[in-house]
């Protein structure tokens, strides 16, 4: 059953949300992103505290960040907000990360090897990927994990129903390695976290990095049954 404006059901929402990391420049209008934060703030949350603060970036707001955290990225200006991963990944975690990032690599045209392309390709990051709006996600700092899993709810929502308004989306943790430039752009106070930034706006259908699907493991592998 379909069940949105653009005829997508909320099935082909789900199943068919991917990364997009090349926009068309075309403008976002602000209606539309604040139906979309107002839908998504129906996720759940722990006693409904609703932890997610957002800011939303457009126009001369979102180049003048651009530049400047491209301007940190290129100097090593890295500051983390927090720690995201392992210090060492083991399997089968590892495997996923280099195939993710092998068949991204194919799809740019740049060679494994290619260290200086894989950092051009990364940089697209602070571009937005030439997406027009640019959502950065924070809380207050002193909330503890309870808060985090809400504010990941939240984001899914916010990529779900970017899909129902006819948009796409790119969550972007990497924005977090340079949170001080963010914030600083932003006028966020250090008692605030940035958890996350996001891309929005209409995918490039031209763009081959478009085409990539991540790869999913089944069900059997991730889920264990109790009946008795």
Same mark, same amino acid.
């Given at each position: 059953? *379909?069940?949105?404006?653009?005829?997508?059901?909320?099935? +082909?929402?789900?199943?068919?949300?991917?990364?997009?990391?090349?926009?068309?420049?075309?403008?976002?209008?602000?209606?539309?992103?604040?139906?979309?934060?107002?839908?998504?703030?129906?996720?759940?949350? =722990?006693? %409904?505290?609703?932890?997610?603060?957002?800011?939303?970036?457009?126009?001369?707001?979102?180049?003048?960040?651009? $530049?400047?955290?491209?301007? @940190?990225?290129? @100097?090593?200006?890295?500051? +983390?907000?927090?720690?995201?991963?392992?210090?060492?990944?083991?399997?089968?975690?590892?495997?996923?990360?280099? *195939?993710?990032?092998?068949?991204?690599?194919?799809?740019?045209?740049?060679?494994? !090897?290619?260290? @200086?392309?894989? $950092?051009?390709?990364?940089?697209?990051?602070?571009?937005?990927?030439?997406?027009?709006?640019?959502?950065?996600?924070?809380?207050?700092?002193?909330?503890?994990?309870?808060?985090?899993?809400?504010?990941?709810?939240?984001?899914?929502?916010?990529?779900?129903?970017?899909?129902? !308004?006819?948009?796409?989306?790119?969550? $972007? $943790?990497?924005?977090? %390695?340079?949170?001080?430039?963010?914030?600083?752009?932003?006028?966020? =106070?250090?008692?605030?976290?940035?958890?996350?930034?996001?891309?929005?706006?209409?995918?490039?259908?031209?763009?081959? +990095? %478009?085409?990539?699907?991540? +790869?999913?493991?089944?069900?059997?592998?991730?889920?264990?049954?109790?009946?008795?």
């Amino acid at each position: 059953m *379909k069940d949105s404006s653009n005829g997508m059901s909320g099935i +082909e929402a789900v199943t068919g949300r991917h990364s997009i990391r090349n926009f068309l420049p075309d403008p976002v209008p602000e209606k539309v992103i604040r139906s979309i934060l107002a839908e998504a703030a129906r996720a759940p949350s =722990g006693t %409904n505290t609703q932890p997610w603060l957002v800011h939303v970036v457009t126009d001369a707001a979102r180049d003048r960040l651009s $530049q400047a955290v491209l301007a @940190a990225a290129r @100097a090593g200006d890295v500051n +983390e907000e927090y720690k995201y991963a392992p210090d060492t990944w083991r399997e089968p975690y590892l495997a996923r990360r280099r *195939k993710v990032g092998f068949d991204l690599y194919a799809l740019y045209g740049i060679d494994r !090897h290619d260290m @200086a392309g894989r $950092q051009r390709a990364m940089l697209r990051n602070f571009e937005f990927f030439g997406a027009p709006a640019g959502l950065f996600f924070t809380m207050e700092r002193s909330l503890l994990h309870g808060s985090w899993l809400d504010m990941g709810m939240f984001m899914q929502n916010v990529m779900i129903l970017a899909r129902l !308004h006819g948009l796409e989306t790119c969550a $972007q $943790q990497a924005w977090c %390695n340079y949170g001080h430039v963010v914030r600083r752009e932003l006028g966020i =106070g250090d008692e605030y976290i940035l958890i996350s930034g996001m891309s929005l706006g209409h995918p490039n259908p031209e763009a081959p +990095e %478009n085409t990539l699907i991540s +790869e999913r493991a089944p069900v059997e592998q991730f889920t264990t049954f109790h009946s008795a």
